[in-house]
């Protein structure tokens, strides 16, 4: 089975800086998509950002991208320029690519709680 | 079309009831996923509809819980003789089929059970 730690469970970065989140999985497929998930207090998660295994370039979107290594079965998130209205849980998150015929639902982290500083 | 939508948001219920939660996913989309979310947890994968019908159970989907797809459209879920252990927020996702399938979540029902 597929599994996704997430290892910090709460991070705190100073607004207009940069974090790093950590995310690492377990699996055997060699075909598989990774996503991270923000999930901002009481309102419905959106996607941020995601990545296909076979690409080598790490995705970006604006001011989030990934650095995703993988032999190492790591995807980190790079939050730049950090904002307010980027607080929030941020969940990583895994699924096997379509043409595998593996299972369609996303396996998530347990989340890490982005706290911005003023 | 503004989202996912779930209803109820909250619901409280006493040990033993039984309650059906609801949700109508984005109009063209034509997969349905149900997820529950407990504190301090990620969401865990329930189950998913493509159109009508039920493609994949999650073994954390015991006999209890039920859901339906009936016409490809909004779908409910079903949980019979609930316990305390069935506290948690309930997600509701929809996507269209695609290489990517990226899913769009609803707001969640939370399931309180006394």
């Known amino acids: 089975a597929q599994t996704v730690t997430q290892s910090q469970p709460e991070m705190s970065v100073q607004e207009a800086e940069t974090v790093t989140l950590s995310c690492t999985y377990d699996t055997s497929e060699s075909d598989y998509y990774l996503f991270w998930y923000k999930q901002p207090p009481s309102r419905q998660m959106i996607l941020v950002i995601r990545q296909e295994a076979y690409k080598q370039q790490n995705a970006t979107e604006n001011r989030f991208s990934v650095n995703f290594q993988k032999a190492a079965k790591s995807f980190s998130l790079k939050i730049s320029d950090s904002q307010l209205g980027d607080a929030a849980m941020y969940f990583c998150a895994y699924r096997l690519s379509p043409w595998g015929g593996g299972a369609d639902g996303l396996t998530f982290g347990k989340g890490t709680h982005l706290i911005i500083q003023p | 079309d503004t989202g996912v939508s779930q209803d109820p948001r909250h619901k409280i219920t006493k040990r033993g009831q039984n309650v059906t939660f609801r949700c109508d996913p984005i109009s063209e989309h034509n997969r349905l996923y149900w997820y529950r979310q407990t504190l301090g947890q990620g969401p865990e994968f329930l189950t998913y509809?493509?159109?009508?019908?039920?493609?994949?159970k999650s073994r954390l989907l015991s006999d209890r819980f039920s859901a339906e797809r009936p016409k490809g459209s909004f779908s409910t879920l079903e949980i019979q003789r609930t316990e305390q252990g069935d506290s948690a927020m309930y997600l509701c996702?929809?996507?269209?089929?695609?290489?990517?399938?990226?899913?769009?979540f609803g707001p969640g029902t939370r399931l309180t059970v006394l």
């Open positions: 509809f493509q159109n009508e019908a039920q493609l994949e």
């Open positions: 996702a929809s996507s269209f089929a695609t290489v990517y399938n990226e899913q769009f």
